[in-house]
């Protein structure tokens, strides 16, 4: 079983940055794939990113390429979302998930686990 726990969310205004991370345990990270995700009020949970286990391929939504960056740290398996030039269309419970294929997907459906999520608002 693997638990996954993000940290890093809250409010900040437009322009600014934030960084989330997800610190994983019960398996070690470099055998799983990690992704971040975002679900806004009334919409559709949403890829944003993802990373092999070798922390060599990145896959990034449209929405966020150049001003997200995805990392992981095997060694504390950890995962980050450094997010930068961060605009109200941001705002969202942002979440991470784990899959245990061995390729970088982006439907939130081939995730196996789950964190609890973290609350991102970027006010205007």
């Known amino acids: 079983q693997v638990q996954l726990v993000e940290s890093g969310g809250g409010l900040v205004q437009a322009g600014g940055s934030l960084r989330l991370s997800c610190a994983t345990s019960?398996?070690?990270?470099?055998?799983?794939?990690m992704g971040w995700f975002r679900q806004a009020p009334g919409k559709e949970r949403e890829f944003v990113a993802a990373?092999?286990?070798?922390?060599?391929?990145?896959r990034y939504a449209d929405s966020v390429k150049g001003r997200f960056t995805i990392s992981r740290d095997n060694a504390e398996n950890i995962v980050y979302l450094q997010m930068n030039s961060l605009n109200p269309e941001d705002t969202a419970v942002y979440y991470c998930?784990?899959?245990?294929?061995?390729?970088?997907?982006?439907?939130?459906?081939?995730?196996?686990?789950w964190g609890q999520g973290t609350q991102v608002t970027v006010s205007s």
């Open positions: 019960g398996r070690t990270s470099s055998t799983l794939i």
């Open positions: 990373i092999d286990r070798g922390n060599i391929n990145t």
């Open positions: 998930a784990a899959d245990t294929m061995t390729w970088v997907r982006t439907a939130a459906s081939a995730y196996d686990y």
